[in-house]
């Protein structure tokens, strides 16, 4: 049995917003993975659906993840393939991004860099908040 | 109040799931609706039926069996974090060619959109983990 | 639109916290719940921090889980304790709840 | 060198089994003996044979197993994490009136003394967690 | 099968200086409840045996420990027991106490309080460290 | 008699390598792993602590964990890159190793 046969129909015509509130850097532990394959599986019952990545979350979107040597599966193109699924609100909290000394263009998508005000804003609009 | 619940951790490594099972406790009592409670990443192993707790200490899944079965509450287990961590039903075991099956009773086997749903569905949906 | 915010990680082993102040909106409330009830405690090194968010935060924490812990005589004035059933009530009284895990 | 490795978390949840695999892998390679791998806390969720993880992922229990195998490598599980957690060979199955067991091949459920033993015994002890 | 049931002699005569490194809180983790589990079966083996608490290790051995609540077991109290096994050497960090507002009162059991370069010397006539 | 310590997660996340840092002796070596590799890295609010560090202590990275979050060039100079056989010889050159879990 595999996740997409299982897919049913749970809430017609009800759209809420929901966000995905991804705190953990990649590969230490598998929270980063494991929360991508809940938005890819989400984007099939067509909600409101925001991804926010804070704190240790923005090195998920990093370049050049090269998982050879630990012999573990890299899922960062993945991000990539989000817009196909129409998930393509993703928001990165630009302090988080201050700390570890990146910037945009260390990131394998595009996303909405914003401060700490709009970030409060964003997660006080929510209906469902995700956390991992 | 119809309320969703996300565990996200095992028993005993963490309190998580101790913290889950008060929380939709009171909240039965209180007469509250529990849609769902969805156990994702080590969340999974909650659901076994062979572990043997010490006697003095708490016997976390089946704390969780005992509670569903009085209150009709659908503890379901996430089918792709239970297929990489050894949680199993008979169906799973025999697709995946297993030679043994260990789910606690009234859990089941489920996918992410499980999970989904109770957030649509659900009035408020809390998330216990790590 | 009040939102719950619950931390359940120790303050001097995780920085959950301080990323959940640093996003909680005045008016909002904090529940600290498991490890995170060490926050809630005079006289360490984050009293300062926690006083100064119940300014514009009301702070509560899980009474079992102090209790556990042997702190229940070192709560901050100010900071309530709930029982598992009034999380529950406190749940219902917010529009979310948001999980610093 | 004779090396003792302590694993303290299950596969996927943290990375902390990849890396002693690695590093027992390596150890292995440079010639050094592994006395043994004891597996304690969440780290007993390691010797299940009842995982199927994704096809494009590696399989951490399996990997184990192989490695065990391969090189008469002594993996053990501390028994009263095992029993807390729901992992069992046939004994402990047997004797807890349990209706199935889920040990993976080359492991073995034994007491904590295992581990202070591979303390007296090794030249280093390695411990990896979470 | 009981872990008391499975100790066997491993290594006669040998004693090596062991150092359990606890720097957890108890009850929001196994850890410290586990770790004293070791320390209790590992006194069979007559090894040199020190116990270190630093960090949120600490609050392991505070007082007034009431677990009714959270419905687990209360394991506080086989601090106590350690003497009987012949573990007496319990370290206590003394700046993890002054951080978190303890002093030596709050704790249930005898401890020698000691400062970092204490700490870090002890650490550095270990054999074996355990941590956890 | 120098240690070998690990400390496997990130300064962001938890305060391990701090701590790690209070402790760890003059000659002694700190090998970074898992996600502690985000603590070898420039331009972070955790550069300037680990430089001073390294005044002291010989900082070690395992390159595998390095690679696998794209930060290959990010290393401060000076820090030494190596992979599990190197990591099994550091186990080797030491006395004992101290996990900072």
Known sequence: M???????????????????????????????LESLEVVLIGAAFEQDVSVAFIDDGVYQLTKGQDTKGVEMKNFSPTYRALEMYDVEKLYVFKESLDERGLTEDDLIVDVEVVDAKQMADLM?????ILSF | MKLGVQVNE??????ASDSAYQFVKAAVEKGHEIFRVFFYHDGVNNGTRLATPPQDDRNVANRWSELAAKHDIDLVLCVAAAQRRGIADADEAKRN??????IAPGFRISGLGQLIEA???????????? | MPTLHTV???????TSLNSCLRFAKDGSSILLIEDG???????????EAVKTAMKNVTVYALQPDIEARGMANKVIDGIKLVDYA???DLVEQNDRVESWL
């Open chain 1, 2 to 32: 595999s996740e997409e046969e299982m897919i049913e129909g749970g809430g017609e015509g009800v759209i809420k917003k929901f966000l995905y509130l991804n705190r953990r850097a990649p590969y230490g532990s598998i929270y980063a």
């Open chain 1, 124 to 128: 006080d609009e929510q209906e469902v």
């Open chain 2, 10 to 15: 095992g028993p005993y490594q963490h309190q």
């Open chain 2, 97 to 102: 060619g297993k030679d043994a099956d260990n």
């Open chain 2, 119 to 130: 957030g649509i569905q659900c009035d408020r949906l809390v998330v216990f983990g790590d």
């Open chain 3, 8 to 14: 359940n990680k120790s303050p001097f082993d995780k």
């Open chain 3, 37 to 47: 009830v060490y926050a809630a405690l005079n006289g360490t090194t984050f009293t």
């Open chain 3, 86 to 88: 009034g999380f529950v």
